[in-house]
């Protein structure tokens, strides 16, 4: 696009010409007509008494009862402020009187009264004393000369008798050059408006206006996609670990640059890059729109070529009616839950130190992986060591009372295999006594779930320390991909800045063109 276009220089222009107006507009609001204002507003004016003759008697505990005269009284927050544009001094206040104002309340009776201000204005307290005129007779209550700097306020709450909420509360008291005036009813605190009724109109008119003109203007795109972009089809199979990762950057990539289209099929890093590898040897020329990406490298056996994309980390997790501590499992226990050795969670106390939680005495549910998947692969290799999950599938809903018999006959635990991240997520939260493992950052958060330290180790992309379960995510093709096509283009643009930062966002630490933390 040509920014510096005669069409784009009138609508920038325009739009700059339309906020330095409305910015001239709130500067005439602020400081040309009223350079010092005094406001005052009541946020609050609620009955405390059971003898009310309009809206409902609070409800009270204390001495309100039994003092007397409280039948009918009343509580009234007043808030002062200095609204205006310009600090306000003593000698500002013109009355005659030693204090500066006077507060006045129709038909009732000021019984009491409490200062309050905003933190980083404990000065404001001295000037409330009886010798500075700080009072109250009948109706009446006298407010010292306070000096305000611009934006400062207190609050008075200010116990009343003798008539009813809603009653006038006026404020008397003039300032040099300025004015004392009521301003709207406001919940505490929120801040005054800035521009009158007639200047916000005329304001977001003007500004509508630019902004639409400048929209219509420089928005219109009808130039080629910067460089980078390739049109096109891609599908990205595999990982369902890492697929929110890449269902984001596909997404990005697609409106950074129309024509392109990338499908997503998540179904496991092993049918992924088996997959792919079968699509290789039937069609080189499909095989070069596919990316497989897998949790570890599996595609190596397979000849395929793969680059690190990011380290992820992994954690087991049980059902959350299993309290583990901060200790979690050691290696050792680990290994024998997924040999089987282990039936019932108490079956463990024995071994476990006497400060840490004792665990139920519930049978130990199995949710596993499939063995299409990677998060599967790094588990076996990195936490139990090379050894496979002893334990066979006994279950298909992962219910040990429902495939009571069928877990007799073929293993001493329930065990079953599902095919997502997500599905071994939902199942460990729904079942009681449910032990499995998921990538860290689609875990941490799931309702029903706790994460589980390994020996004494968690879970952490900060601090990786001696935690074992973790693993490079890789992308596979077919061949090295050729320059100028779309999966050149998104591999490229998966090491890009804004990329790395989404990866990084999700719970991943990229690998970047070097070697860096992924080894």
């Keep these: 696009m040509q920014w510096l276009s005669a069409e784009n220089v009138v609508a920038v222009g325009t739009a700059v010409l339309g906020v330095v107006a409305s910015g001239v507009m709130v500067w005439y609001e602020r ?5 010092k204002r005094i406001g005052y507003r009541v946020q609050m004016d609620n009955p405390i008494g059971d003898d009310v003759r309009r809206g409902r008697a609070g409800v009270r505990l204390g001495l309100f009862d039994e003092a007397p005269d409280m039948s009918d009284a009343t509580l009234v927050l007043l808030r002062i402020e200095n609204d205006g544009s310009q600090g306000i001094d003593r000698d500002d206040y013109t009355g005659p009187e030693r204090h500066g104002l006077t507060a006045v309340f129709s038909d009732r009776t000021v019984r009491g009264v409490s200062v309050t201000q ?4 404990d000065h404001l307290m001295d000037h409330f004393t009886p010798e500075r005129g700080f009072g109250y007779e009948n109706n009446r209550l006298r407010i010292p000369r306070v000096p305000l700097n611009r934006g400062e306020h207190y609050k008075l709450l200010v116990l009343l008798s003798g008539g009813d909420v809603g009653r006038p509360i006026r404020m008397t008291g003039g300032i040099r050059e300025g004015e004392v005036h009521p301003n709207r009813s406001a919940t505490p605190d929120e801040i005054p408006p800035v521009l009158s009724p007639a200047a916000r109109i005329f304001t977001g008119l003007l500004t509508l206006s630019v902004l639409v003109l400048a929209t219509i203007v420089v928005a219109r795109d009808d130039t080629p996609p910067p460089l980078g972009c390739e049109t096109g089809s891609l599908t990205v199979a595999g990982s369902t670990a890492f697929a929110p990762v890449i269902e984001t950057l596909a997404k990005e990539y697609e409106k950074d640059c129309p024509g392109a289209d990338i499908k997503v099929e998540a179904r496991g890093s092993e049918a992924g890059v088996a997959s792919l590898a079968a699509t290789g040897v039937r069609s080189a020329k499909e095989a070069r729109s596919v990316i497989a990406f897998s949790d570890g490298p599996m595609g190596d056996r397979l000849h395929l070529h793969g680059e690190k994309i990011a380290l992820s980390v992994f954690t087991l997790v049980v059902n959350d009616g299993i309290d583990l501590g901060t200790r979690g499992l050691t290696a050792t226990e680990v290994e024998r839950l997924y040999r089987g050795e282990v039936r019932r969670w108490s079956d463990l106390n024995a071994s476990r130190p006497g400060s840490l939680p004792r665990l139920p005495d519930l049978p130990v ?3 596993s992986r499939d063995a299409y998947s990677g998060t599967r692969q790094i588990f076996q290799e990195q936490v139990l060591g090379g050894a496979w999950e002893m334990t066979p599938t006994t279950s298909l809903d992962c219910d040990p009372l429902t495939n009571r018999a069928v877990a007799a006959a073929r293993a001493p635990v329930t065990r079953c295999e599902l095919a997502s991240t997500a599905d071994v997520l939902d199942k460990v939260a729904a079942q009681p006594g449910a032990l499995g493992y998921s990538e860290l950052t689609l875990a941490t958060g799931h309702k029903g779930v706790r994460r589980v330290p390994l020996n004494g ?7 990786l320390g001696r ?3 973790r693993g490079v995510e890789y992308a596979y093709t077919h061949r090295t991909p050729p320059p100028g096509s779309l999966t050149a283009a998104f591999l490229a ?5 804004t990329s790395q930062d989404v990866i990084r966002e999700q719970g991943h630490l990229p690998c970047g063109r070097g070697e860096g933390v992924c080894g």
Excluded at 31 to 35: I, L, S, T
Excluded at 493 to 497: A, F, H, V
Aim: a negative charge; hydrophobic letters at 35%; aromatic letters at 12%.
């Design 467 to 469: 935690y074992p379960y």
């Design 493 to 497: 643009y998966l090491d890009e800045g």
């Design 31 to 35: 400081r040309v007509p009223r350079r």
């Design 457 to 463: 180790e968690a879970a952490s992309v900060d601090h």
């Design 365 to 367: 549910v199995l949710v």
């Design 118 to 121: 905003p933190i980083d204005t």
